[in-house]
Structures are given as C-alpha cells and as structure tokens.
T-cell receptor, first 115, second 111 residues
Framework: DGGITQSPKYLFRKEGQNVTLSCEQN?????MYWYRQDPGQGLRLIYY???????QKGDIAEGYSVSREKKESFPLTVTSAQKNPTAFYLC??????????????FGEGSRLTVL | GENVEQHPSTLSVQEGDSAVIKCTYS??????FPWYKQELGKGPQLIID?????GEKKDQRIAVTLNKTAKHFSLHITETQPEDSAVYFC??????????FGKGTRLSVIA
C-alpha cells in the first residue's frame, strides 16, 4: 500500500545525544515536511523540502537538521542543541503540483522522550 | 507571516448534536483552508478543504464556511457520533509558503 512510514514509533534518548528519525514515502511525492506536535501547541513546522537536494527551514528549525538525498526519504536529526526535544514528530508529504495547497499525507508519528 | 487562531480548544457535545469549530487567519493572501482530524496516536488526516473562490463546501455531515472579508472559516459537524471524537486542526496557506496550523480543538462526543 502507498503511504508514509515513520520509524521508530517510540524512541528514548539521553541528554546530549543526537537521534535520527526516519521518514520514507512511496507516493512519489515531491514535497516532504517535518512537524513537531506538543500538547496544546498544534503542529509547528521544523523543515520542509520541495525537491531532492533542497530544503528550507520552518518556524522552529533550531536544533534540528535534515537531508533530502532521495525523493522518497527525508530523515530528521534531533541534535543535542535542541533544548526541549521531547515531543511527537510527524512527517508528511504532498504532490509537487500542489506543494502548499494540496492534501498533506501524514505518517503515524515518532514519539521522542529525552531521559 | 500567517497566524491562525482556533477556538475552542476543547468541545464536548451530546451525540446527535452539532459541533462548530472556528478559525481566524491573518494573511489576506491565504487562499487554501483545510481541516484535519487526528485520532489518538495517529497522524492527522484531511477531512475537508475549501479554497478562496468558494464560500461553503459540504461533504455529508461535515461542512466548512469561509468569510474572506472577515478572515475566518469554520467547521460544522452535524449529527455527531462517538467516532467523531478526535482532535481537529484548521490550517491556512497562500500557496508560496507551507500550511500554518491552528492549535487544535479536542472534540468529545458523549453517547
């Protein structure tokens, strides 16, 4: 089935460690996005990529990094510079023809807890 | 940039009653307004959207209205059912920038 796969679903890390969240899509979508979700805060954009080998910062990019080496993959690294990394992370994609005005397809999320 | 405000943050209704969630946006250039539903432990899913050339759109028990002059749009759910219980997000985009989401409304439908 076509869709977006995020892994791992749950992740624990110690303070000071970097961690990478995986996001893979087989929808042949050009654009991919990473959102962070905190209780009562909605969905806040971390990074997005509209084409391979290119990406832009969102509203809360500090302490995060991404790469887009393949169309189907958009991994997110939460670095030790992110001061409050415990959150629910959502990856999404959309077709290139409607990058910002088309349906976003979300993965099921990765919950990161910093111990 | 765009700013989207969503109200209420929580909403409880009796099964069979209607539910209304309201959003306002700040950027007059925004022209796309989707609504997403998020069930517990899952990613959001699009339930309905509206573009600025339309004032109202319906899909069975769900409807969305848009007032571009006042810069607000609303989600209406009629004949609510327990499976409507979820968190609902509104969003807005002008096309040149990614969607900006509201903070969400937790809807509880009481049987």
């Amino acid at each position: 089935d076509g869709g977006i796969t995020q892994s791992p679903k749950y992740l624990f890390r110690k303070e000071g460690q970097n961690v990478t969240l995986s996001c893979e899509q087989n929808l042949n979508h050009d654009a991919m996005y990473w959102y962070r979700q905190d209780p009562g805060q909605g969905l806040r954009l971390i990074y997005y990529s509209q084409i391979v080998n290119d990406f832009q910062k969102g509203d809360i990019a500090e302490g995060y990094s991404v790469s887009r080496e393949k169309k189907e993959s958009f991994p997110l690294t939460v670095t030790s510079a992110q001061k409050n990394p415990t959150a629910f992370y959502l990856c999404a994609s959309t077709s290139g023809r409607e990058t910002n005005t088309g349906e976003l397809f979300f993965g099921e999320g990765s919950r990161l807890t910093v111990l | 940039g765009e700013n989207v405000e969503q109200h209420p943050s929580t909403l409880s209704v009796q099964e069979g009653d209607s539910a209304v969630i309201k959003c306002t946006y700040s950027d007059s250039a925004s022209n796309y307004f989707p609504w997403y539903k998020q069930e517990l432990g899952k990613g959001p899913q699009l339930i309905i959207d509206i573009r600025s050339n339309v004032g109202e759109k319906k899909d069975q028990r769900i409807a969305v209205t848009l007032n571009k002059t006042a810069k607000h749009f609303s989600l209406h759910i009629t004949e609510t059912q327990p499976e409507d219980s979820a968190v609902y997000f509104c969003a807005a985009s002008g096309g040149n920038t990614p969607l900006v989401f509201g903070k969400g409304t937790r809807l509880s439908v009481i049987a």
